[in-house]
């Protein structure tokens, strides 16, 4: 898998002048000077093309480590798909525009059929690779493994070899799925555990609970319930699964999470192979494991917007002001990172430059990125200019990527008449 983004490597120079500047350490009116993809110098005198950043904030761009939106264009109704190179194209416009400058897409790798099969995801990510020259911004992968989906070994070895390193996220919605009818999901148990209640598949109420996942697939309701009991079968051989899936993408030195946690023990469990991350923890048991033990923490900035989880998960908001979020995802919708940071910054639920920093800073440390998320010199420069009026919603007015423009609006000066 031969996936790249470059960066330009040009002898342009651009200042920004006049913005008041996220520094690591302090927001500050100053200048900004980029050369050569990187940042040069801060502070210093105007050189070359002079940017009038007056009046808004310049920000390091946004890192998504965790975004599924793009399955609105492959897919935009149930069973209408459309060509690949467009739904790329327009995903990828779609960042530029929302100042996302590094977009993991998570990209399922499932068992089912249709739209999460691992044939559409090989070429998805062949599409990823041959468009990468036409693309804006740096489109990476997230392999967002279902870890009953034995079929897709293969296709994780050949994403591991990308120049661009994917992350892998350890996805168990079969047992989700399977665990017994009065079991909400945040309180089912250790899916690997023997103690794990199991539902019963000839029972009616499984039809109402795989009725949306069998339309997605493609299969009558039927059908994918005669699946999910034969992929049911592998349960035991699932836990050496995970470990092969885990030790190649320790050797590849690959990002890796755990999605949906519920429980300590889960936490620990992931934690002993190499996965390090926790993708929205579902209790606090889960979230306070992994703080205890360093892990990083993401939750939806969806959930953040709408003020708490639409399935009754934790608040994201309340986990930031408890200091157990350490970056936010897109999850399904790109600009609910920027409203994210608005709506907690309005809750005062923590200082800006740390909110920033859940979708920049802590988001590229999670994913190992040590070239970008901060303003300092040497950094990469992926930067936003924010037009954020007091009392208004927050737009991003410009995206560069590696000192490239990326998208750009007119000044805020220009108006209908």
């Given amino acids: 898998m031969n996936i790249s983004f470059k960066t330009p490597h040009t002898m342009t120079t651009t200042t920004f002048e006049g913005a008041t500047v996220y520094l690591p350490d302090q927001s500050v009116e100053t200048t900004v000077t980029i050369a050569d993809g990187k940042i040069a110098d801060i502070g210093g005198t105007a050189q070359g093309e002079v940017i009038d950043g007056r009046g808004m904030i310049l920000a390091p761009a946004l890192v998504d480590v965790h975004g599924d939106a793009f399955e609105r264009q492959l897919m935009p109704r149930t069973g209408v798909y459309f060509p ?22 998570a990209i399922t790798l499932s068992w089912e ?25 740096e ?52 899916e690997l555990s023997p103690d794990f209640s199991i ?21 009558s309701d039927d059908d994918y319930i005669a699946l999910l009991g034969k992929v049911w079968e592998r349960r035991p051989d699932v836990d050496d699964t995970i470990r092969k899936v885990a030790q190649a993408g320790r050797n590849a030195g690959a990002p890796m999470l755990s999605h949906d946690d519920t429980r300590a023990e889960t936490r620990a469990y992931f934690r002993d192979l190499g996965i390090h ?3 929205f923890p579902m209790v606090i048991e889960a979230a306070k494991a992994a703080r205890a ?27 930031v002001e408890a200091g157990l979020c350490d970056a936010l995802a897109s999850d399904y919708f790109y600009p609910a990172l920027l409203a994210a940071v608005a709506k907690l910054d309005a809750e005062k639920r ?17 994913m190992g990125l040590t070239d970008r998320g ?5 950094q990469r420069a992926d930067l936003v200019l924010v037009d954020w009026p007091e009392g208004h919603a927050p737009a991003i007015a410009g995206t560069w990527v590696g000192g490239r423009c990326a998208h750009r609006v007119q000044s805020a000066s220009c108006r209908w008449t």
């Fill in 277 to 279: 991350t926790a993708e």
């Fill in 113 to 137: 059929p249709g739209l999460r099969s691992t044939e559409r995801a090989r070429d998805l990510m062949q599409t990823l690779i041959d468009m990468a020259p036409r693309l804006l911004v």
């Fill in 374 to 378: 901060t303003i300092a010199v040497g």
């Fill in 139 to 190: 489109n990476r992968v997230q392999l967002r493994w279902e870890t009953f989906a034995f079929e897709a070994i293969d296709l994780i070895d050949w994403a591991l070899q990308a120049p661009l390193l994917p992350s892998i996220a350890f996805n168990d919605h079969t047992s989700m799925t399977m665990r017994a009818y009065d079991v909400a999901i945040q309180d089912r148990g250790f």
């Fill in 199 to 219: 539902a019963a598949l000839d029972d009616e109420r499984m039809k109402q609970r795989t009725a949306s996942k069998a339309k997605r697939a493609g299969l």
């Fill in 350 to 366: 923590a200082d800006r430059r740390r909110l920033w920093s859940l979708v920049s800073g802590g988001a590229a440390k999670a």
């Fill in 293 to 319: 033990a360093g892990d990083a923490i993401v939750f939806g900035a969806p959930n953040a917007v709408r003020g708490g989880s639409h399935i009754g998960s934790l608040g994201a908001g309340d986990m």
């Fill in 84 to 105: 690949m190179e467009t739904a790329v194209l327009d995903t990828d416009r779609q960042l530029a525009a929302n100042g996302i400058a590094t977009a993991y897409h």
